[in-house]
């Protein structure tokens, strides 16, 4: 009855050996995927808007359409990284300054992707298709269809701009 302890000690220590604790940290430390857009001229060269933005998503639902701010009134605004929906359609709407919108309208195809049990799955996209209005932008470029996890530029906002130099 003494080394009865000892004996579940050794059996607990050989048992929780044999089974590896959960290894979260072969997670990747970015679980979501989000597109990244860059604004540029309609010479391709970087450009901030200096005024302020504010980027809404818009969901459509049978019944309901559902507003999201996901970006309140940022200034000096170069790049944006926006998350897509889960649908087959993702609809922003930048609002500027100056009470102007333009609405973009992204079509994609869901791609669910199984990490481990640990980590779950996560939702990459692939981009078919892009358009937008022309109020404020002169025009949405589709860079590299493929949105994962890694931060790389998805598409290109084109504002045109006007030379002062000239």
Known sequence: M????IVLGILLVTVVSF????EVENCPPNALAYAQFAFVDQYGRSVQYTDTLTV???LETADTTIYDTLINKSTNTST???PLSYGEQTRFIFQYANRQSDILTITHRNIPYFINLDCGTMMFYEVTGAETTT????SLV????NI????KENFKI?????????
């Open 80 to 82: 944006l990284s926006l």
């Open 148 to 151: 994962d996890n890694y931060e």
């Open 135 to 138: 109020r404020m932008l002169d």
């Open 19 to 22: 089974f590896p604790a959960c």
């Open 2 to 5: 003494k080394k009865l302890p």
């Open 158 to 166: 084109y504002f045109t701009i006007s030379d002062t130099n000239e």
């Open 56 to 58: 809404i998503g818009q």
């Open 142 to 145: 589709i860079t590299n269809p």
